[in-house]
T-cell receptor, first 115, second 116 residues
Framework: DTGVSQNPRHKITKRGQNVTFRCDPI?????LYWYRQTLGQGPEFLTYFQNEAQLEKSRLLSDRFSAERPKGSFSTLEIQRTEQGDSAMYLCASSLRTSSTDTQYFGPGTRLTVL | AQKVTQAQTEISVVEKEDVTLDCVYETRDTTYYLFWYKQPPSGELVFLIR??????QNEISGRYSWNFQKSTSSFNFTITASQVVDSAVYFCALRLTTDSWGKLQFGAGTQVVVTP
């Protein structure tokens, strides 16, 4: 039974570069979430997919951020023209929509450092 | 607006001591879910418990126990006879039943340090 996986685990980039992260959810989970966690804080919601449809985006998700989930399987989160303020841990979670009691299971995160 | 407050930033205990983590939440909704997650140094958030607002029974799982009090909007977590492996950041989170997408609202977390 494999959990949620995320790649890469760490990414160091220079300001202005584009980065892309990948999340592979637990198989058969139809819901996928992205959160961002800065140092000393709890995760903050970024966006949500149900199957391949992106159904909600937080105001934290500026125009430089884009997320996709083609075919309702893995998801990618791209940040264009990175800024130092983008440095954070990016967490992915998945869940299986049954009733209203689905629990989100998280991956190990991708830690982004923007120099 | 919803809010989750974990007032304790860090708690340090010696192994075998009990430790209680406080969580206070705010919401106008009458139905919701509360969660606790553990984040060890590796970074992955590990699910510990989910509690719905209709169920105020306390729960015990091994050395972990949870005290949910709707009257005071609190969902506290106790680790009994702490061990070094319990050292982690613990997050309390709230999810509204009315939120179809089920996003979680987290508190800032409490760092637990257990020393031998």
């Amino acid at each position: 039974d494999t959990g949620v996986s995320q790649n890469p685990r760490h990414k160091i980039t220079k300001r202005g570069q584009n980065v892309t992260f990948r999340c592979d959810p637990i198989s058969e989970h139809n819901r996928l979430y992205w959160y961002r966690q800065t140092l000393g804080q709890g995760p903050e919601f970024l966006t949500y997919f149900q199957n391949e449809a992106q159904l909600e985006k937080s105001r934290l998700l500026s125009d430089r951020f884009s997320a996709e989930r083609p075919k309702g399987s893995f998801s990618t989160l791209e940040i264009q023209r990175t800024e130092q303020g983008d440095s954070a841990m990016y967490l992915c979670a998945s869940s299986l929509r049954t009733s209203s009691t689905d629990t989100q299971y998280f991956g190990p995160g991708t830690r982004l450092t923007v120099l | 607006a919803q809010k989750v407050t974990q007032a304790q930033t860090e708690i340090s205990v010696v192994e075998k001591e009990d430790v209680t983590l406080d969580c206070v939440y705010e919401t106008r909704d009458t139905t919701y879910y509360l969660f606790w997650y553990k984040q060890p140094p590796s970074g992955e958030l590990v699910f510990l418990i989910r509690r719905n607002s209709f169920d105020e029974q306390n729960e015990i799982s091994g050395r972990y126990s949870w005290n949910f009090q709707k009257s005071t909007s609190s969902f506290n977590f106790t680790i009994t006879a702490s061990q070094v492996v319990d050292s982690a950041v613990y997050f309390c989170a709230l999810r509204l039943t009315t939120d179809s997408w089920g996003k979680l609202q987290f508190g800032a977390g409490t760092q637990v340090v257990v020393t031998p």
